[in-house]
């Protein structure tokens, strides 16, 4: 009887537009012989072209984890490649993927994000967005999903203290009002970055 179970990493590379748009698809358990046949592919490309930039579509579905020593390869080469990676999308299906997603996100300059839906991932890719040049663009943009979740947060705790002392709270009204005073404050920033307050 054979015990073997399919795993490994497959690698597709193309070309869209100024990106390279590499997809991965991992499956079972990887080993480090699996990674030493998958990196040189990778590198040859991107190391060929001249300024290149690399989406990544990580296709996680069927991956169940790494060897120990397959798990430092991919952080090693996830630091060779953090400069090239402008957009990381990885479809998983368990908790400790997405942690490990954030974790990630630490380490490349561009953005990583986690989705249940190979759809919603590639959605993610494909948005259109203005390359930041100067050290203010590229911070912020590092940063812009981590500012949006604050704001979620902060709109999510507001809507958690109406509910705490209000007996019969409506949620959908409260929302209402709660989007209203950020509208009002974030028109409010906007003139005063229109007149110039930041110059």
Known sequence: MNTNKEHGISVGISRVDEF???????????THSDYKKMI???RYTVRNSINPKVKVFIDA???SGWE???AWDDFKYSMEFKELFTKVAYVGTKTWEEFGVKIGGWFINGDIKFFNSIDDAYDWLNED???PKTAVEKDLHSRKEAIKNELQELFESNLKIVDYN???PDD????????SIFENKLNEIKISVED????
């Open 61 to 63: 579905t069927e991956f």
């Open 20 to 30: 390279f748009l590499v997809k991965v698809k991992i499956v079972g358990t990887v």
């Open 40 to 42: 040189p592919m990778l």
């Open 68 to 70: 120990l020593r397959a």
């Open 166 to 168: 209000v007996p019969e």
């Open 129 to 131: 967005e203005d390359e």
């Open 196 to 199: 110039g307050k930041y110059k």
């Open 172 to 179: 959908q009204n409260a929302a209402e009002i709660l989007l």
